[in-house]
DNA sequence: CGCGGCTTTGATGTTCATCAAGTAAAGTGG
DNA sequence: CCACTTTACTTGATGAACATCAAAGCCGCG
């Protein structure tokens, strides 16, 4: 094996390409390339051209569309593992979604014709990926099934616990989104969100600092969360 | 090639088997199952075990989830062609919501295992699933995130003209869904969207004859479904 | 004929968006 | 580093969109 390979060594490798070998692993390790994004950089952007697969390496990052009169709605956030260019990579030309960084972040990028070639030799390789792909779409529609049937606190909450369990694993952080964004992302304006927020902080579950947020009573949130 | 084998003849065969050949048309053919389900019937229920592969051959069917006070929520709705169990299949060992029969309907059911064991060996047919999966997964994530930006109005609007336009290609149909289920699609209530179709109606934009709908101004109801 | 489910309309209150105004924070240029 | 500008955040007041409650008409079915 090649030595300067370092796909090899990735400690990503694991997601799709587990069980690479020979020329294939080569193809992967010549062609890819890493790219780093600075906070609040855009990664791809929506109607643009495929010609990528790509995946996230460190870092977080939004996908969003853009409506016709402007306002952004965030389809979903996403951290390394969990986020893949995956949705519309094999059935569309172009992207139907931006991806920004909400952090700063690196992402790996494989020709799509060798993505292509390798899955077409690789069957397991296929399933993994197939997997994956069922995985991180089935994630985003319940999610926003969810979100959709919540009024303005549930989802609030929900959007708290969610970076809470699933992003940072502490009941304090350091939001990664504005207050627009988190109304972009829930579907509500940024006011209400802000007034939610505060609410919390006088009820006693939020201890709010800026973008610091302390979850002080997690069963009150996630009794929101769940309707309440 | 055993002339038993209906499936060499099956109009879907190019969804996904469109290039197979030998043993694996055999293990497709005599493990495959068709059933028939009569409108209203369930044809998968949420938390059940997944271990067949199946879609649609004929009729209309709903995805939907039942949330925790009972009320289903309406995901998509999927035509021949259009729907497969795709989602989760690949991912999950249960379901993440039901299937039910709006028509009569037919599925054709394949052992999961019949079907990881094809597109370990076949690549290209891995191809054409990602391919059509990653379809059905983006079609679905974008209509909801539209659906949700979309005021009453809209979103009633957006519904009539998907039935129009991308199930019935007519502007003369019989809605397949009750004024509920239309409700616990677009996640409003009942009596609003009686409410809206009625409006439609004075309006002059519909003809409403109980289940039959007639759209008579196709333009008026694009620019309220684009946002009027 | 009468019961139960689906549909429709109206009246009322709640939730939410919009508008307005003000404060804090974060860049920007001298 | 400070004045200046801009951007993000916050709160309140008002009206619009929507859910809920109530009641009546319709239709199929036993």
């Given at each position: ?23 294939h ?92 070639s390798i899955?077409r030799d690789n ?106």
């Amino acid at each position: 094996m090649d030595p300067r390979c370092t796909c090899e060594l990735c400690e990503l490798k694991g997601l799709f390409f587990d069980n690479l070998e020979g020329d294939h692993l080569d193809m992967l390790c010549s062609g890819k390339v890493e790219k780093e994004y600075a906070k609040g950089e855009t990664i791809l952007k929506e109607d643009t051209m495929i010609n990528e697969f790509s995946y996230l390496k460190s870092g977080l990052v939004k996908l969003f569309r853009t409506d016709s009169s402007g306002k952004e709605q965030i389809i979903t956030i996403a951290k390394p593992y969990d986020y893949v260019s995956l949705l519309s990579v094999f059935s569309n030309d172009q992207y139907n979604y931006s991806v920004s960084a909400l952090e700063d972040s690196v992402t790996c990028n494989i020709k799509m014709e060798d993505v292509r070639s390798i899955v077409r030799d690789n069957g397991v390789l296929a399933l993994n990926l197939l997997k994956k792909m069922s995985k991180v779409a089935d994630k985003i529609i319940l999610d926003s099934v969810e979100i959709r049937t919540k009024h303005l606190r549930g989802r609030v909450a929900f959007l708290l616990i969610h970076f809470s369990h699933e992003i940072y694993h502490s009941p304090e952080f350091d939001l990664p989104l504005s207050r627009k964004e988190m109304a972009e992302y829930v579907g509500m304006t940024t006011e209400n969100v802000i007034r939610t927020l505060s609410e919390f902080r006088r009820d006693g579950i939020l201890k709010i600092y800026g973008k610091t947020i302390q979850i002080v009573n997690m069963d009150s949130l996630k009794s929101i969360a769940d309707f309440g």
